[in-house]
């Protein structure tokens, strides 16, 4: 199981007058199981705007990104929808939890839709907020937490169904030392049992293994490491 | 999908495990989980569920006196009355029609960051709109049954003076009655339904990486 993103560029358009920015400019690159890609960059390099198209959120303006066999331009809603719902973990970069829903209820709220077992999930979640460190903020609600505890629920919620193909976008931006060193621990625990691991990163991440590393500036790739670390 | 059981501990028992009964209701099968989400929504918006439900409430209400007035005063006499109604009931859909576009907006505007949410987790934009028409369904039905309920009580105790309305009300009659009810009830839900749901599928098109990005 694989992403290819073959050759992608994606121009928004600006919201006044007929200017058009392109975020993402002719980037190409395979994504495979079991491995771990670094997507660094500048602040406004399209690491963001990358991502959500890896993730089939986003539709690419030119090229074409291939989730496996599914072909995001020419697909669908609902294939691209069934794709990220199985084998996709997905972290924005913003803080997205529902200030009406405890923590445990954030988590799970997107399974609602899922052909998935409520039971065995809710088991999941605990034990998951439990390793993050957030074994006893489960019934708090959004407004009681930190931003880092906010985000570690958010990556809690990505990874609660087991993806295949872990995105995460900035994942440790508001965490201490301390608790990035945790997530990244996370993420690589997910690698090492076969998910293949993407994160972008504006600062440079201490990961233990070696990960692939494409360096965005301006929507471009401009370095391309292998197995960097 | 990978199996990374032996990573996570699992505690079924730890305090943090109750949830207040919102959506997790294991077992369910997935129409079940979007319609528990949809009655849950209700109470949770409670603004634009009130919105849906007076609109419902005011289209049944002059529906159903016109109506009535078409089915039980046939009496000359009653011709100036009849055309308030019509007139009343033809500005208050125009208006409605108006004002669902607003509410639509409105819909999808307080959802943006759930809508979000589901859609970067994998929901379809189908069982978006299943859930955004079973929501309204249940609002509007309520709200259309409770006009009717008001306007039948509003005649019965003579706040307005028809009467001829309930004269000599044999089962025939009676059916007939129950007959217009059912029927107001059918239009306004389906026109609550159908138009919300055409304007939120429109809307939803257009604004997907809005709704990802979860801006406000």
Redesign the interface.
Known sequence: MSIKVIEVTKTFARQTGNEYVEAVRGVSLDINEASLTLVSGPTGSGKTTLL?MI?G??KPTEGEVVLNTVHVTVSS??SV????????G?I?Q?I?L?H???I??NV????????K???QL???A??????LGL?????CFPFELSGGEKRKAMIA?ALV????FIIADEPVSELDQESSGEILELLE??KK???AVVVASHTSLSFSMPCDIYHLDHGRIVDYRKGGL | MVEVTGSNPVSPKSPGSTCRGFILQAGFSVFGNILWLALTNIRRKRVSSLLYFILAFVISQSLFLVSLSTAFLRIPEFNNIKKLFYTVTITFIILSVLILGVLSYLFLNTRRKELGILRICGVRKSDLLMSAALEIFFISLAGAVSGIICVVCIVLFKVIYLPLFFQNLTYPRLLMLVGISGQTVFAVVILEVTYSLILISLLLRNDINGLVRGSP
């Open positions: 959500s993730a959120i986003i809603d609902r929808s069934f794709f990220r719902e199985r084998f996709i997905y924005p913003e997205l529902l009406d829903l405890n445990l209820e799970l709220f997107p399974n609602v839709f899922h052909k077992p409520m039971k809710k088991q999941w605990i034990g998951l907020l439990e390793r074994p006893d903020k489960t019934t919620r169904a087991s993806p295949s625990e997910h049992n076969g998910a």
